[in-house]
Protein backbone atom coordinates (compact mmCIF):
# COMPACT_ATOMS: atom_id res chain seq x y z
CA UNK A 1 0.00 0.00 0.00
CA UNK A 2 2.98 2.46 0.64
CA UNK A 3 3.86 2.18 -2.90
CA UNK A 4 0.42 2.78 -4.07
CA UNK A 5 0.67 5.96 -1.83
CA UNK A 6 4.18 7.06 -3.72
CA UNK A 7 2.63 6.32 -6.96
CA UNK A 8 -0.43 8.31 -5.80
CA UNK A 9 1.49 11.22 -5.16
CA UNK A 10 3.68 11.17 -7.86
CA UNK A 11 0.59 10.99 -10.42
CA UNK A 12 -1.37 13.85 -8.36
CA UNK A 13 1.73 15.97 -9.34
CA UNK A 14 1.91 15.82 -12.99
CA UNK A 15 -2.29 15.95 -13.23
CA UNK A 16 -4.41 16.95 -10.63
CA UNK A 17 -7.33 16.68 -12.37
CA UNK A 18 -8.81 13.81 -9.84
CA UNK A 19 -8.85 13.47 -6.41
CA UNK A 20 -6.80 10.53 -4.34
CA UNK A 21 -9.44 8.83 -3.64
CA UNK A 22 -11.12 8.30 -7.34
CA UNK A 23 -7.52 6.44 -7.90
CA UNK A 24 -8.01 4.41 -4.52
CA UNK A 25 -11.52 3.69 -5.95
CA UNK A 26 -10.26 2.82 -9.28
CA UNK A 27 -7.62 0.09 -7.68
CA UNK A 28 -10.33 -1.33 -5.43
CA UNK A 29 -12.79 -1.85 -8.40
CA UNK A 30 -10.54 -3.15 -10.56
CA UNK A 31 -9.91 -5.99 -7.96
CA UNK A 32 -13.47 -6.15 -7.18
CA UNK A 33 -14.23 -6.50 -10.62
CA UNK A 34 -11.33 -9.20 -11.58
CA UNK A 35 -12.24 -10.94 -8.79
CA UNK A 36 -16.13 -11.26 -9.83
CA UNK A 37 -14.37 -12.08 -13.71
CA UNK A 38 -12.99 -14.82 -12.76
CA UNK A 39 -15.25 -16.36 -10.17
CA UNK A 40 -17.79 -16.19 -13.09
CA UNK A 41 -15.16 -17.76 -15.35
CA UNK A 42 -13.14 -20.43 -13.65
CA UNK A 43 -11.13 -21.69 -16.42
CA UNK A 44 -10.24 -18.00 -17.49
CA UNK A 45 -6.33 -17.95 -16.86
CA UNK A 46 -5.70 -14.14 -17.47
CA UNK A 47 -6.68 -11.67 -14.77
CA UNK A 48 -6.91 -8.72 -17.21
CA UNK A 49 -10.11 -7.13 -18.16
CA UNK A 50 -11.43 -5.36 -20.73
CA UNK A 51 -12.80 -1.65 -20.44
CA UNK A 52 -16.20 -2.54 -20.41
CA UNK A 53 -15.56 -5.30 -17.46
CA UNK A 54 -14.28 -2.52 -15.51
CA UNK A 55 -16.82 -0.10 -16.17
CA UNK A 56 -19.30 -2.43 -14.94
CA UNK A 57 -17.12 -3.17 -12.14
CA UNK A 58 -17.06 0.45 -11.55
CA UNK A 59 -20.43 0.94 -11.74
CA UNK A 60 -21.43 -2.03 -9.61
CA UNK A 61 -18.83 -1.37 -6.87
CA UNK A 62 -20.07 2.31 -6.85
CA UNK A 63 -23.27 1.30 -6.17
CA UNK A 64 -22.68 -1.52 -3.59
CA UNK A 65 -20.38 0.67 -1.72
CA UNK A 66 -21.96 3.84 -2.24
CA UNK A 67 -25.09 3.67 -3.16
CA UNK A 68 -27.04 6.78 -3.78
CA UNK A 69 -23.77 8.92 -2.74
CA UNK A 70 -21.73 7.94 -5.87
CA UNK A 71 -22.72 9.63 -7.85
CA UNK A 72 -22.19 12.75 -5.57
CA UNK A 73 -18.27 11.29 -4.66
CA UNK A 74 -17.43 11.06 -8.06
CA UNK A 75 -18.52 14.46 -8.97
CA UNK A 76 -16.24 15.50 -6.20
CA UNK A 77 -13.06 13.70 -7.34
CA UNK A 78 -13.56 15.20 -10.49
CA UNK A 79 -15.04 12.35 -12.61
CA UNK A 80 -17.88 13.17 -14.48
CA UNK A 81 -17.89 10.62 -17.38
CA UNK A 82 -16.47 6.95 -17.89
CA UNK A 83 -13.81 8.92 -20.01
CA UNK A 84 -12.39 10.09 -16.75
CA UNK A 85 -12.01 7.12 -15.63
CA UNK A 86 -10.13 6.10 -18.77
CA UNK A 87 -7.73 9.08 -18.26
CA UNK A 88 -7.23 7.39 -14.14
CA UNK A 89 -6.71 4.29 -15.87
CA UNK A 90 -4.12 5.35 -18.39
CA UNK A 91 -2.42 7.38 -15.40
CA UNK A 92 -1.81 4.31 -13.85
CA UNK A 93 -0.77 2.42 -16.49
CA UNK A 94 1.86 5.36 -17.16
CA UNK A 95 2.89 5.38 -13.48
CA UNK A 96 3.20 1.50 -14.08
CA UNK A 97 0.96 0.86 -11.23
CA UNK A 98 -1.44 -1.14 -13.39
CA UNK A 99 -0.61 -2.75 -16.97
CA UNK A 100 -2.32 -2.59 -20.40
CA UNK A 101 -2.01 -5.16 -23.38
CA UNK A 102 -1.97 -4.06 -27.31
CA UNK A 103 -5.87 -4.10 -27.88
CA UNK A 104 -6.04 -1.60 -24.53
CA UNK A 105 -6.66 1.86 -25.31
CA UNK A 106 -8.21 5.31 -23.70
CA UNK A 107 -11.07 5.81 -25.82
CA UNK A 108 -12.41 2.40 -25.02
CA UNK A 109 -14.01 3.85 -21.97
CA UNK A 110 -15.55 6.83 -23.69
CA UNK A 111 -19.31 6.36 -23.64
CA UNK A 112 -19.37 3.45 -20.98
CA UNK A 113 -22.65 4.63 -18.99
CA UNK A 114 -24.01 7.42 -18.12
CA UNK A 115 -24.05 8.34 -14.70
CA UNK A 116 -27.14 10.12 -13.87
CA UNK A 117 -29.08 6.87 -15.32
CA UNK A 118 -26.98 4.07 -13.90
CA UNK A 119 -26.17 5.85 -10.42
CA UNK A 120 -28.94 8.63 -9.54
CA UNK A 121 -31.67 7.50 -11.12
CA UNK A 122 -32.14 4.00 -9.36
CA UNK A 123 -32.86 5.98 -5.92
CA UNK A 124 -35.24 8.84 -7.24
CA UNK A 125 -39.24 7.76 -6.34
CA UNK A 126 -40.78 6.42 -9.27
CA UNK A 127 -42.73 9.25 -10.68
CA UNK A 128 -38.94 11.55 -11.00
CA UNK A 129 -37.15 8.85 -12.97
Not at 13 to 27: E, L, M, S, T
Not at 55 to 68: M, R, Y
Request: hydrophobic share 40%; with cysteine; charged share 35%.
Amino acid sequence: MRKFQKTLEAILKDDNRYAAGAYVFVRMALDFTVKRVCAANPERRERHVSAAELLDGIKDFALETFGPMAYTLFEEWGVRDTGDFGQIVFNLIRAQALRKTEEDKIEDFSGGFDFREELVEPFLPKGKK
